[in-house]
């Protein structure tokens, strides 16, 4: 599904995030990305939907390759991979629906159908209630899990999410956890970047470490 | 198909939203305030010059002769003026007819029955081959024996179709002057827009929207909005020629005419906005391809 092979990346002004990162993740997986932060955990996840390009090595999602991929061809590529950001990235000038209808809008379904995955997909995440709130009004783990509703209403086989548990009690965050495992379970793919070990060993997926620009 | 039409029509509900939102109906005022300007001169020049293609542009030469003269004397001198071959067309104008012709111009009726007697002389129409050489045979039909007066009448009427000529240069300059402000406007206004929906836009590429999905509202917006203007533009023609005409009104009457400011045809008054909308879409369209791209999730 995810195929990293000797990965760089510099960034403009010569920081160095990545050296030489290489791993794999397979159809189904679930793979814990770990790593103190500053270790390039980020920077892995961005590089998996073309929102960074590697400066040197391969990124083969899908079987596409991501750096070799054209400018048009990108959000196709990130329509299959359900993105679950540190910073939520909601608009708080709708309601908690209408944030989940976005990828909707583009996907092409019918409007009936769109409303029912929406609200499938806040099911799922326990805020089928709040459908009317305002992500303002949510808790710090209500706004993450909105989140997850918005990075699977299209059904996507890959979730990639960067540190969903940041900032989140430990009840909170063992919920958005269970979700996730709860996705995996039904056959989706899923790469979760954290530096929060105990969770880690809690769920028993397995764990790819980054250090140093490189992974172990 | 139905997606695409469902597509466009989401756009065109998010454009409506946002002109109504984002003041977008007091920029559509600037654009129709400044297409009320060429569109108003154009109406105005358009009427007068109705009035103007009554009016013969082509230049002739009036030879009159003496009002005592005796038909004999006007035969003769037809014969003389059909040998010179500098003219391409000679029309004899017999004084009863010219009489007639006076009483037919507006408002004179009365003058002319109020005339003891036929005060015209018999007159020829000359229309020289060259044009050009207009004032050259006119002076040589002066020395003619029994043209009593030479007219040559083209240079005024030359000379009104400069001015309009000159009117008509001067309205497109204006035109295409604020028609690059209109492209402006509308650029500025998709800007400003674009900078309130970085959020969205930021976030709706992240999850898979293509550019040409993002750049709809906003054109959609600047044809809007250019629409909008035209048809602003249309409604201050509009009141302003009714105004005019207020005005007009007695003026014509007392010359015993008619004459009023017509509004612009309807076939102008579709151009104007089809013009204004796509000026509208061509200043969002700049701007989106030049903005849209600086927002990339990061």
Known sequence: ?216 | MRTWLRQHRQAFAQAVARFARSGGLLSALVIGVALSLPAGSYALLESLRSVAARLSFEPQISVFLAPAAKRAEADALGARLKGEARIAKLRFVPREEALKELAAVQGLPDLVASLGRNPLPDAFVVTPRDPGAIEALAADLRKVPGAAYVQADAAWARRLAALAGLARMGLWLLAALLGAGLVAVTFNTVRLQILTQRDEIEVSKLIGATDSFIRRPFQYLGLLQGIAGGLIALAIVALGLALLNFEVRPLAESYGSTFRFAFLASRDAIAIILFAGLLGFAGAQLSVSRHLRAIEPK
């Open chain 1, 1 to 216: 599904m995810i195929s990293f092979s000797a990965v760089a990346k510099r960034y403009p002004g010569g920081q160095e995030a990545l050296r030489d990162v290489s791993f794999t993740v397979g159809a189904g997986e679930l793979v814990f990305l770990t790593g103190r932060s500053g270790a390039g955990k980020s920077t892995v996840l961005k590089l998996i939907p073309a929102i960074e390009r590697p400066s040197a090595g391969s990124v083969v999602v899908n079987g596409q390759n991501v750096a070799a991929l054209k400018r048009g061809a990108i959000p196709y590529l990130r329509r299959n991979i359900g993105l679950v950001f540190q910073d939520q990235k909601l608009l708080y000038d709708r309601s908690v629906y209408d944030n989940v209808m976005l990828p909707l809008a583009f996907s092409g379904h019918a409007p009936r159908e769109a409303a029912r995955r929406a609200r499938a997909a806040l099911d799922k995440v326990g805020l089928l209630t709040r459908e009317r709130a305002n992500p303002v009004q949510l808790s710090g783990g209500e706004q993450q899990r909105l989140a997850i509703a918005r990075a699977v209403v299209n059904r996507p086989a890959l979730l990639v999410a960067d540190e969903p548990t940041a900032n989140l009690d430990a009840d909170s965050a063992a919920r958005i956890l269970d979700i996730f495992v709860e996705f995996h379970r039904v056959g989706v793919t899923a790469l979760i970047a954290t530096h929060d070990h105990a969770l880690v060993a809690r769920y028993g997926g397995r764990t790819v470490q980054l250090e140093d620009g490189r992974a172990k």
